[in-house]
């Protein structure tokens, strides 16, 4: 069973350009969550979906950034127009449950790089 | 808002050492508390989840403790060995369905 993948690895955008970060949860687990994690400081949520719904993205920018799960394929979070404050780590968690009960996994990250 | 802290921010041990890692809350209405470990560069591993209701959970060289009342926990590793040399992030889980992070504490354990 492999664990969360997230692709790229690494990312390198300019600034104004989109970036597309992906996430495959592990099998069976059809919850997602991604945080990001600014250098220097910690891990901070973003947003929490279901397969095709979004739960709770009280923690992601009211612009530029959306998040999607949809019934087949990986999660995908978008930044558009991305500036130089939006390099980060972005990381995605999957669980089987509502994290209430059960850990998150985490996939390695994505790291994105505006220049 | 939960806030949570961790101390020490660093910390060089020499191999072998018995050490303690701590990790603060500030609202103790919590499900669950996670201790992660992330090295430079990579993902986070799960070390321990401890549940509201447990007081401590133990895996191999590893101990962790919560105390709810008092919004702490610590995290023990016993007998320490560079491979331990990493960053310890410490979680905390307050039913909205995401993790407060701590800043983490970075080990260091000396050959």
């Known amino acids: 069973n492999a664990g969360v993948m997230q692709n790229p690895r690494h990312l390198v955008r300019r600034r104004g350009q989109e970036a597309r970060l992906r996430c495959s949860p592990m099998?069976?687990?059809?919850?997602v969550y991604w945080y990001r994690q600014l250098p220097e400081e910690g891990l901070k949520f973003m947003v929490y979906l279901q397969k095709e719904n979004i739960i709770d993205e009280s923690g992601m920018p009211k612009e530029r950034f959306s998040a999607e799960f949809p019934k087949e394929g990986p999660s995908i979070l978008r930044i558009q127009q991305v500036v130089r404050g939006d390099s980060a780590a972005y990381f995605c968690a999957s669980s089987p449950n509502p994290t209430g009960n059960t850990e998150a996994f985490f996939g390695q990250g994505t790291r994105l790089t505006v220049v | 808002k939960q806030e949570v802290t961790q101390i020490p921010a660093a910390l060089s041990v020499p191999e072998g050492e018995n050490l303690v890692l701590n990790c603060s809350f500030t609202?103790?209405?919590?499900?669950?508390l996670q201790w992660f470990r992330q090295d430079p560069g990579k993902g986070l591993t799960s070390l321990l989840l401890?549940?509201?209701?447990?007081r401590e959970q133990t895996s191999g060289r590893l101990n962790a403790s919560l105390d709810k009342s008092s919004g702490r926990s610590t995290l023990y590793i016993a007998a320490s060995q560079p491979g331990d040399s990493a960053t310890y992030l410490c979680?905390?889980?307050?039913?909205?369905?995401?993790?407060?992070f701590g800043t983490g504490t970075r080990l260091t354990v000396i050959p």
């Open positions: 099998k069976g687990h059809s919850h």
């Open positions: 609202d103790s209405a919590i499900y669950n």
């Open positions: 401890i549940q509201s209701s447990q």
């Open positions: 979680a905390v889980e307050g039913g909205a369905n995401n993790l407060f």
